[in-house]
C-alpha cells in the first residue's frame, strides 16, 4: 500500500506489514520517508492509545499541518485491542491517499 500527497510517495509498505485501527492503515516506520515529516507541537492524547506525536508533511515546498500521526509511546494495554505492538507506526488523513 501506499500513502501519497501532491503525487509524492511518502509511504509504502504490503498490506500485511501495515495495522489498521479505527479505519486507519498504519505504516512501520521503515516504510515512512521521515524526511518528509516534522514533528508538530499539536498535543492530542487519546484516551486507550495515549498521547499522539502529530507531524507536518513537506512536499515540494508545501506543507501540510498536522496530516501525519503516531503513537511513539501507546499505553500497553491498547496492545491487546489492536492484536500487536504498533509503537510509532504512522497514519495519515486529509490530502494523503492511502491506496493499495
Do not use: H
Not at 524526511?35 to 484516551?47: A, D, G, V
Amino acid at each position: 500500500m501506499k500513502a501519497v500527497v501532491n503525487g509524492t510517495v511518502i509511504a509504502e509498505a504490503p498490506k500485511e506489514d501495515l495495522i489498521s485501527i479505527e479505519g486507519n492503515w498504519y505504516f512501520p516506520p521503515s516504510s515512512v520517508k521521515t524526511e518528509l515529516l516534522e514533528k508538530s507541537p499539536t498535543p492530542y492524547r487519546c484516551p486507550w492509545k495515549g498521547d499522539t506525536q502529530y507531524f507536518t508533511i513537506t512536499v515540494d515546498g508545501k506543507q501540510f499541518p498536522d496530516r501525519a500521526w503516531s503513537y511513539p509511546e501507546p499505553l500497553p494495554t491498547s496492545f491487546d485491542r489492536v492484536g500487536k505492538d504498533y509503537s510509532n507506526y504512522v497514519a495519515f488523513w486529509k490530502e494523503v491517499q492511502v491506496t493499495d
